[in-house]
Structures are given as structure tokens and as C-alpha cells.
């Protein structure tokens, strides 16, 4: 019996598997599984240290002198090739810019200066109706209508694009140009139909269109260069 009173009896009861229990547990936490987990978090972090310690000392014993020159080299070899294809990149777009420009500046020149020169001494000639019929009508003043001389100047453009085609241009620009705007132009419901007088020109058979000259300043040549004017 011991000389303490209920020591005995306390020794007893923690050798008990009750005992055991009680003693690792407090306030409802596992002590000895936290400690657990605690300690193996410790070490690992501890392994984690060390490892990184001799990588990092394996990593500066091969960085010798040798390995960090040919680093070097290398990127400067990267660089020097990064520049060289932006170089590249931007001298292919002022290439290309240049033969833009290049081009447009040797585009053909136009054959006609105007609508008006190329309705004049070219379309009435080739293009010949005997107008002044219910068949066809035309109007010798055809400066006048706006639709006829929107008209006639697709007509111009079309001719002038068409020509540099020495193959099927000039097919093409009657079949889908000349045709299709000459029979309306030419049509009693078209721009000249409601005109007064024009049932009563009847030029010969085999004539050009009946024409007359638009006022002086209306169609200017399109291939003269305007003067600037002079600055004050």
C-alpha cells in the first residue's frame, strides 16, 4: 500500500486500455495521431531543406566557367535570331509596300481622257443603232441625263480595264457591259425615252449616234495633272 493516498489506485486505473485512451486524448483531439502528423510534416520539411540544399550545390559546381559561356553563347545566338526575323518581318512588309506602290504607279495610263472623249470618238462609232425609232432612241445631248452619264461611264471604266485583255477583253465588255447598258440607254423606257424629239432624228443607216458637244469644262481630261494653285 503506498504512502500516498490514491496514488496506487491512479497508476492503476492509466494501465487500464480505458486508462490508455483517456491519457492520449484531450479535449476530443488525438494527441498521439497529431503529434504523429506533426512530426512526419516536420521531416519532410527537413528533407525537403536538405534536398534543396545539395541540388543547390550540385547546380553551382555545374555551372563552371565552360557551362556559363556556353550559355551565354547560346543566348546570345537566340537573341541575335529573334531580331534578325523581326528585321526580316519588317522589311518584307516595306517590300511589299513598295510593289504596291510601284505598281500603282505603273499602272497604263487611260486611253480616253474623259467619258465624254470616249462616247465622242469611240462608242457612238462601234455601237450604231438607227435611233429615232420606237425600236431606238438616243439622245445627241446625253450630257443632260444623269442616269446616261453614270451609265456611259461604267461603260468607260469597264472599256478601259477590259482592253489590257487582248484575249476575250472586248467579248466581255460587250457581252456583260456594252449589251446590257446600251439597251437600256437605247430603250424607249430608258433615260432618253420620255425626251421631246428625238422620234424625229432619223440619221442614215450605218451613221454614228447623233452627238453634241457638252459645255466647255464638264467632262475635263482626267490624264491632265490639276495645276496647283500657286500659295499666297
Do not use: C
Request: glycine share 6%.
Amino acid at each position: 500500500m503506498s504512502d500516498d493516498w490514491g496514488t496506487d489506485d491512479m497508476e492503476e486505473s492509466t494501465q487500464t486500455p480505458a486508462g490508455r485512451a483517456a491519457r492520449s486524448t484531450a479535449f476530443g483531439v488525438d494527441i498521439s495521431d497529431l503529434a504523429a502528423q506533426l512530426v512526419d510534416a516536420q521531416v519532410k520539411a527537413s528533407v525537403k531543406a536538405a534536398v534543396a540544399d545539395v541540388a543547390a550545390e550540385a547546380v553551382k559546381a555545374a555551372l563552371t566557367e565552360d557551362v556559363m559561356n556556353a550559355l551565354r553563347e547560346k543566348a546570345a545566338a537566340d537573341a541575335e535570331a529573334a531580331i534578325t526575323m523581326q528585321l526580316e518581318a519588317e522589311e518584307a512588309v516595306e517590300a511589299e509596300l513598295d510593289g504596291a506602290g510601284a505598281a500603282a504607279e505603273a499602272s497604263p495610263e487611260l486611253y480616253y481622257g474623259s467619258v465624254d472623249e470616249f462616247v465622242r470618238t469611240y462608242l457612238r462609232f462601234v455601237y450604231k443603232r438607227r435611233v429615232g425609232t420606237k425600236e431606238f432612241v438616243w439622245a445627241a445631248d446625253w450630257w443632260r441625263y444623269d442616269e446616261a452619264v453614270i451609265r456611259l461611264e461604267a461603260l468607260w471604266r469597264a472599256w478601259e480595264h477590259l482592253r489590257l485583255d487582248p484575249a476575250t477583253g472586248m467579248s466581255v465588255w460587250f457581252r456583260d457591259h456594252a449589251d446590257h447598258h446600251m439597251s437600256v440607254l437605247l430603250s424607249e423606257t430608258g433615260p432618253f425615252g420620255a425626251a421631246e424629239g428625238l422620234h424625229d432624228v432619223r440619221p442614215q443607216k450605218g451613221d454614228p449616234l447623233p452627238y453634241t458637244d457638252p459645255p466647255e469644262g464638264m467632262f475635263p481630261d482626267v490624264r491632265v495633272p490639276v495645276a496647283e494653285p500657286d500659295a499666297a
